[in-house]
């Protein structure tokens, strides 16, 4: 009989237990910090060669997904014990299959080498274990379908006849292209999160850490409190403001949201819409200048152009998916009576414009704008205006309201606590991209190798009968279908393979073929049935999944159509003169109102059905780019306006 487990031994053995989870969520943090400062140092003095710095960045990626996992575990021992001893022996091998590509790099490089089954066998399992750390922090269908194509190209010609039948390949063909040279895991995918993403990451998590969301959040307060709908605006303002620096839909949802749901909450707005507006407000972080996440980086790379030009040209549709979300908030607000802001709550100008608050804010963005339009790379930008965070919060953070009279060593130690938290939330964060992309790029490699690609884009083509509106609705459903349970820089990457050529093929600038897929992408956050943004909003709101995701596209309606519109109007892209993009941007944002009040119902008292129709038919008249069209639209557009003020109703109506 086994001897019974005395109270002093259970809670020894429970102490021993937590001093190990301290120790190790400790080392753990060290590592996601060396990480991101290994890259902080390659983006001010340059980058190792490419299979060093791609297995580096893979690696630490990999391996630290397991360990995550391993931290998360319980330490009470029993199976969970025997997990967590998995998960690091799969960190470890991780780490392995990485260093091993570096240290053969010169021999992988020789294109007379001779694989071994030792090489064959690091392939394979990087391959897998791409696939298990992708599937534990993406969730499945990502690393389905890598796996899915993987098998199609290796077993594909033996089981497969006809077009769709891929070439032959062998063990050494397969090894060389997914691990050990630079097309596969450590491809192109590999590099701009090595050379670019880490950096930007690294950027917002410091901004955060250092106090931008307080900033934002009091900033759009002061602009949109005291307005219809006050704190659902503030919602969406600072989730705009916050987007800026994150580029991340869930994570801009968990950060705002957790401040913007329980005061809309307190203030008497049902749940189900609290979710909804935070959720939509939150998933346009990627298409919000100056700093648009990974997908925007990705995007460069594909085009061959400068960041820029890409972020110039998503400066319109942001503008646009924003005034949708505000009107559509502004239209149920004034519909339903909910209320602004109480006064009391509104914080003042100096509450976020204070030396301590704005500087170190403003000034490093102000940076990033400044270095990327004087023709510096991404990656030094992004670590010059690090340098000034550091730096500006150094020098004011003495003279705030809050540390004043701390004394000059208690205010850079509170910096230094700040810095290092943030490099670790970076870390953490960079874990997701790492897998992700590596495993984004077996399928991309796969589609490209085998030409499924260009078949792919050639059905879409023939589909649609050479007619651009048809392939358009296909690209859209294709991108958001792509981005069901994976990160919108996955679902761009998988559409811009597929769809974005037969987009180009069709006409469309290549800018603008991309731009519409991404923007598509960025939706598939918020269109059910699998929808990240609006589950995380959900679990916050306290709210059923389905009614938030319903308020959410009833909200988001018009923002379904914008990409359609910047088809049709170049302008709202910044392409033509400045004459052509105010033109543009105007009717847009007047046809972006008609839709917004068509899918409402509301504009001065409840529309009839016939009402609805009416301004949805302006809008598609404003739709077509051409002068007649403009005009009749337009002249539509504000006869309905001025009915509605003259016959409209005053009182407030009730609303399920």
């Known amino acids: 009989m086994r001897p019974a487990v005395s109270g002093g031994n259970m809670k020894h053995s429970l102490t021993e237990a937590s001093r190990w989870e301290r120790r190790g969520a400790q080392a753990l943090g060290a590592l996601f910090a060396a ?18 710095q791609r297995p580096i960045f893979i690696g630490f990626g990999l391996g630290g997904a397991f360990f995550l996992y391993a931290a998360r575990a319980s330490r009470t021992g029993g199976r ?50 791409t696939l298990e750390a992708a599937r534990r922090v993406i ?38 292209t997914f691990y050990s040279s ?13 050379r670019v993403i880490t950096i930007y990451v690294l950027l917002g998590a410091l901004l955060l850490s250092t106090g931008a969301t307080d900033v934002f959040m009091k900033m759009a307060t002061w ?72 997908g925007a980086f990705i995007m460069a790379e594909f085009l061959n152009i400068p960041y820029t030009q890409i972020a110039v040209a998503a400066v319109g549709p942001a503008f646009l998916y924003y005034l949708a979300i505000w009107l559509g908030v502004d239209l149920y607000a004034r519909r339903t009576g909910l209320q602004p ?74 910096l230094a606590r700040d810095v290092y938290e943030g490099m670790v939330e970076a870390g953490r964060a960079l874990v997701m991209i790492a897998a992700l992309l590596a495993c984004a790029a077996i399928v991309v490699k796969v589609l490209t190798a ?69 923007y598509y992408a960025i939706l598939s956050a918020i269109t059910p049935p699998v929808c990240a943004s609006v589950y995380a909003a959900a679990a916050l709101a306290g709210a059923n999944f389905w009614k938030v995701a319903g308020r959410a596209l009833s909200l988001a309606g018009a923002v379904y ?47 009839s059905f016939i009402g609805r129709g009416l301004f949805l038919a302006a809008a598609a008249l404003l739709f077509y780019a051409a002068p007649m069209a403009d005009i009749i639209g337009g002249l539509a557009l504000t006869g309905l306006i001025a009915w509605r003020f003259l016959r409209g109703e005053r009182r407030t109506l009730s609303s399920g």
Not at 35 to 52: D, I, K, R, T
């Open 35 to 52: 990480f991101v400062a290994l890259h902080f140092y390659n983006a001010l003095f340059g980058q190792f060669e490419p299979l060093v």
């Open 223 to 294: 602009i949109a409190g005291r307005t219809f709908g006050g704190p659902a605006k503030v919602c969406a303002l600072s989730s705009a403001m916050f987007g800026t620096v994150t580029g991340s839909a869930v994570a801009n949802v968990m950060a705002t949201g957790s401040i913007t749901i329980p005061t809309m909450k307190r203030l008497r707005y049902p749940p189900a819409f609290a979710g909804a507006v935070e959720a939509v407000a939150s998933s346009a972080g990627q298409l919000t200048p100056p700093v648009m996440g990974a």
């Open 561 to 607: 159509v914008v990409p359609f519109l910047f088809v049709f109007r170049p302008g709202i892209l910044a392409q033509g003169g400045t004459g052509q993009v105010i033109l543009d941007v105007g009717v847009a944002s007047a046809a972006v109102f008609a839709v917004s009040v068509g899918f409402s119902g509301y504009l001065r008292g409840t529309l």
């Open 450 to 518: 085998t030409g499924a690609g260009v078949k792919i884009s050639n059905l879409l083509f023939s589909v649609s009968d050479q007619g651009l509106i048809v392939a358009l609705l296909l690209a859209a459903v294709l991108s958001i279908v792509l981005g069901m349970d994976v990160p919108t820089t996955a679902s761009y990457v998988l559409a811009a393979a597929v769809a974005a050529p037969s987009l180009v093929r069709l006409g469309l600038p290549e800018l603008t073929a991309h731009l519409f897929v991404f």
């Open 139 to 176: 969730g499945w269908f990502l690393p389905l379908l890598a796996l899915i194509t993987v098998l199609y190209y290796y077993f594909g010609y033996d089981l497969i006849d006809g077009g769709w039948r891929p070439p032959r390949v062998s063990a050494r063909t397969a090894v060389e």
């Open 80 to 129: 969970n014990g025997l997990e967590r001893a998995i998960d690091i022996t799969l960190g470890l091998l991780a780490f392995g299959v990485c260093l091993y590509v570096i240290l053969n790099r010169d021999r992988f490089s020789d294109i007379m080498v001779q694989y071994g089954p030792l090489d064959k066998a690091a392939g394979l399992l990087a391959v897998l274990l």
């Open 341 to 414: 802001t109480p006064k009391n709550e509104m914080p003042k100008p100096a509450d976020f414009l204070a030396p301590d608050k704005a500087i170190p804010l403003f000034l490093p963005i102000a940076t990033v704008v400044y270095f990327l339009f004087q023709g510096y790379t991404p990656s030094f930008a992004g670590a010059a205006s690090i340098i000034v965070l550091i730096l500006a919060c150094a020098a004011v953070r003495p003279f705030g309201r809050a540390t004043r009279g701390q004394g000059l060593k208690a205010c850079w130690t509170g």
């Open 182 to 194: 630079t097309t596969g895991i450590f491809g192109y995918l590999a590099d701009v999160g090595a």
